[in-house]
């Protein structure tokens, strides 16, 4: 990979700003819309951009070929479960919590990783990361300011919910020889199949009247923090690889305690502050520690 510029950079900060302004606008879209059928538009709307690009460039989409099992079942896990439950619990939190809480990705990924794949163990500095970054969600949970008996469980809801990104991520290994934009595309159009008869049924979006912002955040969602947020993923870790894109994990919970003050005057206590700290430092050593593993493999070869 090449050294990156300052455009590369330029590009890791909008794609953290795309994914972490996600937050507010779930948060926005629960004024109108109920959480299976903010799921199902957000899948909806981000298929689209996936659609025309595939097209555009001519890459099939084999969300129907034989191996649809796997895309339905990473769309489901991927998508269909985190969707429908940081939407249900950010009805109750402060969406600045939610980037926090969905910021735990990384450190989870250590974990499973540890399991279920050969050349990802955990160490001494991986486990001091681990242990910082989920101290620091603990931390956050004893601010009883923001998180308390009424909305412990959405909080841990959304916890929860960056547990199946981890999980849908592990189980995309199984079809990593296929291209991103046919696996994000093939997943994103299961997952609407999945939703759309589950929205229709039990929450009857059509007789909803939908408040503008609400409506507007929902399309932003689904196009930008979903759809265009995935290609551009994919363009960042194509022309600078993994290591480089895995940055942006720095910059979303940030963003998020950010823009959730600036357009939803969210409150921002110390607790949260410090949380934020810990979840970064966190992630720093867990990624500083995959990073010195990566070394020494390529040290042995030389």
């Not at 926090?100 to 955990?122: C, G």
């Amino acid at each position: 990979m090449k050294e990156p510029k300052a455009l590369d950079y330029m590009l890791l900060t909008i794609l953290a700003f795309v994914w972490a302004s996600a937050f507010f606008n779930i948060k926005i879209a629960t004024y109108s819309y109920g959480p299976i059928t903010i799921a199902f538009l957000r899948s909806f709307f981000g298929t689209i951009p996936l659609v025309l690009i595939c097209y555009l460039r001519k890459i099939k989409i084999e969300a129907f070929s034989k191996d649809w099992y796997w895309f339905a079942a990473i769309g489901i896990i991927n998508l269909v479960i985190p969707f429908f439950l940081i939407a249900y619990g950010v009805q109750k939190v402060q969406s600045n919590l939610a980037a926090i809480l969905m910021a735990s990705t990384p450190l989870t990924a250590a974990v499973l990783a540890h399991f279920f794949t050969s050349n990802e163990k955990i160490n001494l500095i991986k486990s001091v990361g681990i242990l910082v970054g989920f101290s620091g969600i603990v931390f956050l949970f004893f601010d009883e300011i923001l998180i308390n008996e009424n909305n412990f469980f959405s909080a841990f809801l959304i916890l929860f919910g960056s547990c199946f990104y981890v999980v849908g991520g592990v189980l995309t290994l199984r079809i990593s020889n296929k291209k991103n934009e046919n696996v994000t595309a093939s997943i994103c159009i299961w997952a609407t199949l999945f939703l759309f008869p589950i929205s229709m049924f039990i929450e009857q979006p059509w007789n909803l009247t939908p408040r503008l912002d609400s409506t507007i955040s929902l399309i932003y969602l689904g196009v930008f923090s979903t759809g265009i947020a995935w290609l551009l993923r994919f363009y960042i870790l194509k022309k600078n690889g993994l290591v480089f894109q895995a940055q942006v994990a720095y910059l979303i919970p940030i963003f998020g305690v950010i823009l959730g003050f600036i357009f939803l005057k969210e409150e921002i206590t110390s607790r949260v502050i410090l949380s934020l700290l810990a979840v970064i430092l966190g992630i720093y050593l867990v990624k500083r520690s995959a990073n010195l593993q990566v070394l020494k493999k390529k040290k042995k070869f030389i």
